[in-house]
């Protein structure tokens, strides 16, 4: 179950939120003089306080660091890799090269056997057509030969029929 509304006294706050009294507060002109002030002069530099004692050590200039026999091992293995990295790059590009030519080529042959097989479907549509035709011919022909055939039949079975029919019609008549 949920508590029912909270009972309130609706209360009117305009009072408060307006001003009440429209007397202006009193105003007093004062005259005020004050020192001129000095410029703060600039901070010096911070300079830590020493705490120990300076040595001196008995040692030369190419006794504990020889420049040229230090850095000859770094500067051969940078350049080696250096030397090595753009061959493997030619060798790459070329390899593109190659790549890009055997990719031409191959291109071209499969448009030749594009072509070779669009001429060889032409000449068997050509072949299948004229092979339509033949037959078409052939059909047509058998038809006629079938009819000429029946033609003949019924010719002969006329014949036969009517052998008979002119001596017996001639024998009625007479």
């Given at each position: 179950?949920?508590?029912?509304?909270?009972?309130?006294?609706?209360?009117?706050?305009?009072?408060?939120?307006?001003?009440?009294?429209?007397?202006?507060?009193?105003?007093?002109?004062?005259?005020?003089?004050?020192?001129?002030?000095?410029?703060?002069?600039?901070?010096?530099?911070?300079?830590?306080?020493?705490?120990?004692?300076?040595?001196?050590?008995?040692?030369?200039?190419?006794?504990?660091?020889?420049?040229?026999?230090?850095?000859?091992?770094?500067?051969?293995?940078?350049?080696?890799?250096?030397?090595?990295?753009?061959?493997l790059e030619v060798e790459e590009e070329a390899e593109l090269d190659e790549i890009q030519k055997y990719q031409s080529e191959w291109d071209s042959r499969r448009d030749a056997e594009?072509?070779?097989?669009?001429?060889?479907?032409?000449?068997?549509?050509?072949?299948?057509?004229?092979?339509?035709?033949?037959?078409?011919?052939?059909?047509?022909?058998?038809?006629?030969?079938?009819?000429?055939?029946?033609?003949?039949?019924?010719?002969?079975?006329?014949?036969?029929?009517?052998?008979?029919?002119?001596?017996?019609?001639?024998?009625?008549?007479?």
């Open positions: 179950m949920r508590p029912g509304t909270p009972a309130r006294i609706e209360v009117d706050l305009k009072y408060f939120l307006t001003e009440q009294n429209n007397e202006k507060p009193q105003e007093a002109n004062v005259k005020v003089q004050t020192d001129e002030f000095i410029e703060k002069p600039p901070t010096p530099p911070y300079v830590p306080k020493k705490s120990g004692i300076d040595k001196i050590t008995q040692i030369e200039d190419y006794d504990l660091f020889d420049y040229d026999r230090e850095v000859q091992p770094i500067l051969n293995v940078l350049l080696t890799k250096t030397v090595e990295q753009s061959i594009r072509a070779d097989w669009k001429q060889e479907v032409k000449k068997e549509i050509t072949r299948i057509k004229q092979k339509n035709k033949a037959v078409r011919n052939a059909l047509v022909k058998r038809e006629q030969q079938r009819n000429t055939m029946l033609k003949v039949q019924c010719l002969n079975i006329s014949k036969q029929y009517l052998s008979g029919v002119l001596m017996s019609s001639m024998r009625y008549l007479k």
